[in-house]
Each structure stands twice: as structure tokens, then as C-alpha cells.
């Protein structure tokens, strides 16, 4: 537990309409915020708020410059009071525009290098912060292989990973990425999270046994290079957020790194998507940006409305599943 100078403990009691568990939640004053203390109880009933960042990649000349613009980033998080930031996949390439001594970009066999780096870094905010920071992705080395893992930074200084599970022919060919091989439900205090990179969201199997795992909220960070790509992990969001009536949060990479191959153009917005049903916005988009510009987005995610919708909903399209017919998790 976090030592706190002053505590305000309010406690909450509450029924789920749709697993009859009473439940505790506990929280105190820290810095004129509400923070979330700890949770006794089987039920996750509760609203948190989520950030996405459209992050900017240009070129920069140390990982100081790089670490800057991510606290930006997590500082102007903090100041809307969210409990959880997505980054994009693939924005660590950015440290690969730091040249070497003859004035050359590095190539993804040296992104590796800055792992422990990466790691320091993002650990130390996440407990500076007091915030859940999906680091979006960073490509690890594991023996000989290269992996895209997504990473989530806990406020209490764990680190869990989720290694990319399908692999772009881009990724095979050009950088000779290798495949993750499970999928991971991750508890936090604020509900079960799953983490699926990019292309692994346009493949509905995945999610599906991530839902079946117990995942509420799918955070997807995303690189796509143009309309195609964006718009192929854009609508497949969607569909994932209706066939599983979960919440998706996905962003992408905007800008550019002209030295660096394979990253000189992108294109990403960031965006929470909802299930479409009456609780939730017509078009099923909570919030989302501009189109290829620097910024970030936040809102708030209600997870009893998905409790609601998943059991008395316009359509119950989890609940509806016909098991009976084709496979499930």
C-alpha cells in the first residue's frame, strides 16, 4: 500500500444487476484527486478514464529528447485524472532516428538496445503518475528472434508483456519479427484488460478468447502507413467491440521518420469505441481525434454498462453465441 499523508477512505457498496455480488471499493485523497485504493469483492463495477495518444514521431538525437515528449504526453494524462494511457505501436522506433557515428539511422536489430532504457523509464512514470501506461509496443530480443510485444507499466512498478500474435507480411520479410504464441488477460484494479496489437484486432477469434478469459476493455496499439491500413484495424475494432460487447481503445503513430525504413509515412487517430446500443453513443465512438495530428484523447468507460447490455441489451450478442454450431473459448 501507498504511504499517504492524509486519508480519506470512502466506501462504497454496491449490488451488480447482473451477478448479484455485493462488493467494497475503497479510495483516498491524494493531491485534491480521488484515487482508487483497493477493492474487496468479486464484482469489477466500477468507471475509469482512458487516454490514447496520436503520438508524434519525428526525428530526434537522444533518448532524453524521446523520454521528454512521452512525459508530455502521461503529464497532460495526469491532468484529466486518467487511470490508464495507450501509446502506439511501433513509436519506440522513433529512438532508432538517433544515428550513429556515421551519421546513420539504427536499424530494428539495434531497437533492442533500448529496452532497459524503455523499461526504466516508463516504470518510473507509471509510479510517479500513479497511472497504467500501455507503453504501446517495443520490439524485444529473445535469443535470436525479434519480438513486437506490447507492455503495461502498473503504478506499483510491475511490468507485464503481450507479445503480437499475427505477424504482417511487412514485419516477416522486411524485419524478421517472430509470433507470439499466447494470450493474456491482465487484472488491474480497475477491471480485467487484454492487449492486441494492430493486426491481431482484424482477427475476431482472438478477441473472442480474450473475452472468454475475461477481458471487459481491449487496448490496441496500432502503426498503419495509410488509409488502407488504418481503415482495415479501424472497422474491425468496431466489429470486435459488437460481437464481444467489450470496449476497444486503439491509437496510432502520426508524422513521420524520414530516415528510418518503413516508418517515413503514417496515418492514426486515436479512438474509444463503445458496443452499439442504447447506453452507449449511436456510432459507437466514445471519443476520437484528429486524423494524423499530435494530441490525445480521454474518456470515461463505465464497465456496468457492459454488464447491462451483455444481459438485457438491445441485442446480447455474446449471450447469443451458438456454441452449438461453430467453436468457442
Not at 504464441?181 to 484494479?189: G, P, S, Y
Not at 517515413?264 to 471519443?287: E, H, L, Y
Not at 464497465?303 to 468457442?328: A, F, N, Q
Amino acid at each position: 500500500m501507498r504511504k499517504i499523508d492524509c486519508v480519506h477512505l470512502i466506501v462504497y457498496f454496491f449490488t451488480l444487476c447482473t451477478e448479484k455480488v455485493r462488493t467494497c471499493s475503497f479510495y483516498y485523497l491524494s493531491n485534491n484527486r480521488i484515487r482508487y485504493l483497493y477493492h474487496l469483492g468479486s464484482g469489477d463495477c466500477m468507471q475509469l478514464r482512458v487516454s490514447a495518444v496520436q503520438y508524434h514521431l519525428h526525428t530526434i538525437t537522444s533518448f532524453e529528447e524521446f523520454a521528454n515528449q512521452v512525459e508530455h504526453y502521461i503529464k497532460t494524462a495526469e491532468e484529466f485524472g486518467s487511470d490508464f494511457i495507450l501509446y502506439p505501436e511501433f513509436f519506440t522506433t522513433q529512438l532508432m532516428s538517433i544515428s550513429n557515428n556515421k551519421g546513420e539511422a539504427l536499424t530494428i536489430q539495434e531497437l533492442p538496445n533500448f529496452t532497459e532504457q524503455y523499461r526504466t523509464l516508463f516504470i518510473k512514470l507509471a509510479k510517479q503518475y500513479e497511472m497504467h501506461i500501455i507503453g504501446g509496443t517495443h520490439v524485444i530480443r529473445k535469443g535470436d528472434r525479434l519480438f513486437n510485444v506490447a507492455h503495461m507499466f502498473y503504478p506499483d512498478g510491475r511490468v507485464v508483456e503481450q507479445a503480437k500474435i499475427h505477424i504482417t507480411p511487412t514485419e516477416v520479410n522486411e524485419w524478421n519479427m517472430s509470433a507470439g504464441d499466447t494470450v493474456e488477460i491482465f487484472e488491474t484494479e480497475k477491471g480485467k484488460i487484454a492487449m492486441l496489437t494492430c493486426y491481431d484486432i482484424e482477427f475476431p477469434e482472438i478477441v473472442r478468447m480474450a473475452k472468454a478469459k475475461g477481458a471487459d476493455i481491449i487496448f490496441c496499439p496500432s502503426c498503419t502507413d495509410d488509409r488502407h491500413g488504418f481503415h482495415r484495424v479501424r472497422y474491425t475494432s468496431h466489429a470486435r467491440a459488437i460481437e464481444n460487447q467489450v470496449y476497444v481503445v486503439t491509437t496510432g503513430t502520426v508524422g513521420s521518420l524520414p530516415t528510418v525504413d518503413f516508418m517515413r509515412a503514417n496515418f492514426g487517430q486515436a479512438v474509444v469505441i463503445t458496443p452499439n446500443d442504447i447506453p452507449f453513443p449511436p456510432k459507437g465512438i466514445m471519443v476520437e481525434g484528429e486524423i494524423n495530428q499530435d494530441m490525445i484523447v480521454t474518456a470515461d468507460l463505465n464497465l456496468e454498462l457492459l454488464y447491462k447490455v451483455r444481459e438485457k441489451g438491445s441485442v446480447t450478442t455474446w449471450r447469443d453465441r451458438r456454441t452449438d454450431l461453430y467453436p468457442d473459448w
